[in-house]
Nanobody
Framework: QVELVESGGGSVQAGGSLRLSCAASVASGDRYSAYCMAWFRQAPGKERERVATIDSVGMTSYTDPVKGRFTVARDNAKNTMYLQMNSLKPEDTAMYYC?????????????????WGQGTQVTVSS
């Protein structure tokens, strides 16, 4: 079992920056470092989309609209993942969710992750 808690959301003007954090609690005997971690977002009236992933060896991937602006990172010593968001745009406005999955190959699939956080709201005004 993995419990995920996001923080760092808020309201900013276009062009601004935010850093989201996702703190994980894992079951005794489990290893946070073994999980693939991801950020998803869902805007009002839209489907949830995967924004960025970072796997157990630190390889990252991003959806095209955020490439060059967002950076995902993890600190395995702190069981925490981050999403640095720069040059924010109004279209980045959404609820951002942290997710974790321990299944081999999940990052290359479209399967929903095993664990979700509760989300943190990001609002970008023009």
């Amino acid at each position: 079992q993995v419990e995920l808690v996001e923080s760092g959301g808020g309201s900013v003007q276009a062009g601004g920056s935010l850093r989201l954090s996702c703190a994980a609690s894992v079951a005794s005997g489990d290893r946070y470092s073994a999980y693939c971690m991801a950020w998803f977002r869902q805007a009002p009236g839209k489907e949830r989309e995967r924004v960025a992933t970072i796997d157990s060896v630190g390889m990252t991937s991003y959806t095209d609209p955020v490439k060059g602006r967002f950076t995902v990172a993890r600190d395995n010593a702190k069981n925490t993942m981050y999403l640095q968001m720069n040059s924010l745009k109004p279209e980045d406005t959404a609820m951002y969710y942290c997710a974790a999955d321990g299944r081999p190959g999940w990052v290359r699939s479209t399967i929903a992750p095993q664990y979700w956080g509760q989300g943190t709201q990001v609002t970008v005004s023009s």
